[in-house]
């Protein structure tokens, strides 16, 4: 029902101009009203009662706001009483839900959306900023990278060969370890102002009974289960070599140890030795290196096997859309992945560290990309990714050096407590102590600078200032060895002054005349009791 406007009291017919605006108001406003009326009919038939009403319900209360405050404006203006919407209930637009379940639901739905995007960010954090590394013990300390920082570092590649047993008719050998390929990919690592050299021996052991004796003692058997597409696990028997003993069996035949990595120089980061073992092996059954792996990097060492076993009887114990991964005929792309991950403890960037439960764990969401990390792929070829990933954890190396070496020194100075007496000394150690606290403020410029070269990818420029961060590091130390020589006093430093040289030799000839003496007295009765039996 429409709704007329009232005639004004008190219009003179001589106004036309505001009657003429008045009545177009009247107008607007029953036009609004009459549309107020539709969205109204509206609601009724289709909207009034449901609980889930469909979300043209929502319009329409929403063009029913507007409307109404539209008539609002019109009233206010023309000064005129209209009725601005007709009785009823909002509820015919349909119920609402209550307030409380629906801020609870809304709260509901923000918290699982900050907690999956938290979740996005802590694991693009774990793998891509901060990627995982492997844990190396050096000089005493536990370090999270491999190797140290080398100016030249020299590759020794010995191939050993077991041509020891016959292999089946239908079997051919196993692919051969390409050097080439391995040199190539290995050169890519190096920094600018960093040279690689190789060198190769061959050997088997039919003709070196030591080297045949580390593989037969190294050897194990046990038995490991194998997915399948459509049954249970199959479980195999499988031989593998277990790589600590292997380790140290070679390390017994080519006389190696850890000073032997590096040459005796001034420079402690002159040059490295880094022994690859290749083991080419003609067997029927497939040998690995710790049950699972065909090389494995150590401390001092990398270890490869090549197997001249078929792809399908060599599995990976991975399934990837109902198939079981095979390996790759040649061990050459797990060598560069071993390699790496000595040279800078570069992991794959699928593992991770749960930090509650303490343990590897393995997201393969990450598990991305066709390079040697990668085992869901064959690729052979480091990403730049993985190579700086390499250069950053020489850095990460010589800090975590000197960082180690300057808390060493902190820790010695605590030794010393604040006491009276100790106050003049220090007063007269004014320089030693000016000079410690130089040589800390130098160490840690020399921290702001590394990691201020490494921030814009200068890596081969940050790698110019270990030297030089170790060597204020060492300076740093033996500065707080000397403060605390100097405030802690020595036992027995300042000794008596000796006895005069009579007194010496009355003292001695005293004790001597007392031990003829004593002597005398003992052995004069033995004497005097051989007289009587004669």
């Known amino acids: ?170 079997r051919e050998k196993g692919v051969h370890f390409d050097i080439e390929a391995f040199k190539q990919q290995i050169t890519r690592l190096a920094m600018p102002h960093q040279a690689f050299s190789f060198s190769s021996m061959s050997l088997n052991l039919l003709d070196d009974p030591a080297l045949a004796a580390a593989f037969a003692v190294s050897l194990r058997t046990s ?52 022994p ?32 001249a076993a078929n792809q399908d009887e060599h599995p990976t114990g991975m399934m990837c859309d109902g198939v079981l991964l095979q390996r790759p005929l040649s061990p050459l792309k797990h060598a560069l992945s071993a390699v790496l991950q000595h040279l800078g403890g570069v992991l794959p960037p699928h593992l991770g560290y749960h930090l509650h439960r303490k343990v590897v764990q393995h997201d393969w969401l990450w598990s991305v990309g066709a390079h040697p990390l990668s085992w869901t792929s064959w690729g052979g070829r480091y990403s730049q990714i993985h190579i700086d990933a390499l250069h950053r954890s020489y850095l990460l190396d010589a800090i975590d050096s000197s960082v180690d070496l300057v808390n060493d020194g902190i820790t010695l100075l605590q030794e010393q407590l604040p006491h009276v007496k100790t106050y003049k000394k220090l007063s007269s150690m004014r320089g030693d102590l000016q000079q410690l606290l130089q040589l800390f403020a130098q160490v840690v410029n020399t921290w702001r600078a590394m990691v201020a070269h490494a921030a814009l990818l200068e890596y081969h420029a940050a790698a110019e200032v270990i030297s030089t961060s170790e060597a204020l590091a060492r300076a740093f130390y033996r500065q707080c060895h000397k403060v605390m020589d100097d405030l802690t006093p020595h036992k027995c430093a ?36 051989k007289s009587k039996v004669v």
């Open 223 to 274: 038995f490991l289960q194998v997915p399948h597409a459509v049954a249970d696990p199959i479980e195999n028997e499988a031989l593998y070599l277990d790589s600590r003993e292997l380790a140290l069996r070679l390390k017994q035949r080519f006389r190696m140890d850890d000073s032997s990595r590096r040459t005796v120089s001034a420079d402690p980061h002159a040059v490295l030795e880094v």
């Open 276 to 307: 690859v073992f290749v083991f080419e092996l003609d067997r029927d059954v497939a040998v690995l290196i710790d049950e699972h792996y065909n090389a494995r990097a150590l401390e001092d060492m990398v270890l490869v096997v090549q197997n």
């Open 494 to 529: 300042a000794r008596t002054p000796g006895l005069p040289p009579l007194l010496l030799a009355a003292i001695y000839g005293t004790s001597a005349s007392a031990g003829l003496a004593v002597a005398v007295v003992l052995v004069y009765p033995l004497f005097k009791r």
């Open 1 to 170: 029902m429409l709704t007329p406007c009232l005639q004004p009291s008190g219009v003179k017919t001589k106004q036309f101009t505001w009657y003429i605006a008045h009545k177009l108001l009247c107008l607007l406003a029953l036009i609004l009203q009459a549309e107020l009326n539709v969205y109204e009919e509206f609601a009724t038939v289709h909207c009034l009662g449901r609980i889930d009403p469909p979300a043209v319900c929502a319009e329409a209360q929403d063009a029913v706001l507007d409307l109404k405050h539209s008539l609002g404006v019109l009233a206010k203006s023309s000064g005129n009483k209209m009725r601005l919407h007709p009785e009823h209930h909002w509820d015919i637009f349909g119920l609402e839900t209550d307030s409380t379940e629906s801020e609870a639901a809304y709260s509901t739905a923000k918290d699982v959306f900050f907690s999956e995007l938290s979740n996005i960010l802590s694991r693009g954090l774990r793998h891509v900023i901060a990627p995982p590394s492997a844990t190396w013990h050096h000089r005493g300390y536990l370090h999270d990278t491999a190797s140290p920082f080398a100016h030249k570092v020299h590759f020794s590649v010995y191939n050993i060969q077991d041509t020891s047993r016959q292999l089946g008719p239908w």
